[in-house]
């Protein structure tokens, strides 16, 4: 990955971009949000995922418009290419300077890091109850601003939606084999609360994230 740091007006945004082409690709359906992943494609997701977990200070963006979605997807109207960006709700990055913050991002300097295995708790452990309650905070939050896709939250909404997230590398792979007459295998993260089908700005309220093991475009 790449790391840059960008002046906007008196602070400093620090923007942590994967540098490895990817295999990925988001689109708004306008009724949800569709993305598309191979199993290298969804390890760099959870991957990357992890790390805006623990990257309170940076923004963590997956370059993707450019990605044709797999052949044989179909969906109504046209759809709209995305690219992704996790960042966490507490630095309150106004999304409408990132237009600006993409175009001086530069080469960049090169880094490496790694997450834990365990960064995302068992599934036993989280209390999905209490994701319900008026007064819980933790949950995501979707903004779309420059034909990109802002997942906001705290480190707990990152690391409990990420545990369901990990289902791309630890089943999507074996599914089709162990499930013959499935379809295919996908995952749904939702911003909350869940009690209206669009969230802000009429951005579609769930995001559907496909398993494309045989990834094949025209």
Known sequence: M???????????????????PTRLALRDDRRWLSMYADRAGAEQLVALWALAARS???????????????DGIASDGEPVALDLVLVHHSPQFPTAS???????LG???????????????????????RWHHPTYRDHLGFT???HTLFVTGSPTAFREQGTALRALTDEAPSHLHRHPNA???????APGPWSRPQHRRN???NLHIQYAGAWRVR
């Not at 790449?2 to 490895?20: D, F, M, P, T, Y």
């Not at 379809?183 to 993260?189: Q, Y």
């Open 183 to 189: 379809t295919h295998f996908c995952v749904e993260l």
């Open 56 to 70: 309170a200070r940076s923004l963590v963006y997956l370059p993707m418009r450019a990605n044709p979605a797999p």
């Open 107 to 129: 080469v960049g300097r090169p880094h490496t890091t790694a997450t834990p295995d365990d960064d995302f708790p068992d599934e036993t452990a989280i209390d999905y109850e």
């Open 144 to 146: 779309i601003a420059a």
């Open 2 to 20: 790449r790391v840059h740091k960008v002046r906007l007006g008196g602070e400093e945004v620090r923007v942590i971009r994967s540098a490895a």
């Open 98 to 104: 990132w237009k600006d913050v993409r175009a001086r």
């Open 203 to 205: 951005v579609p309220g």
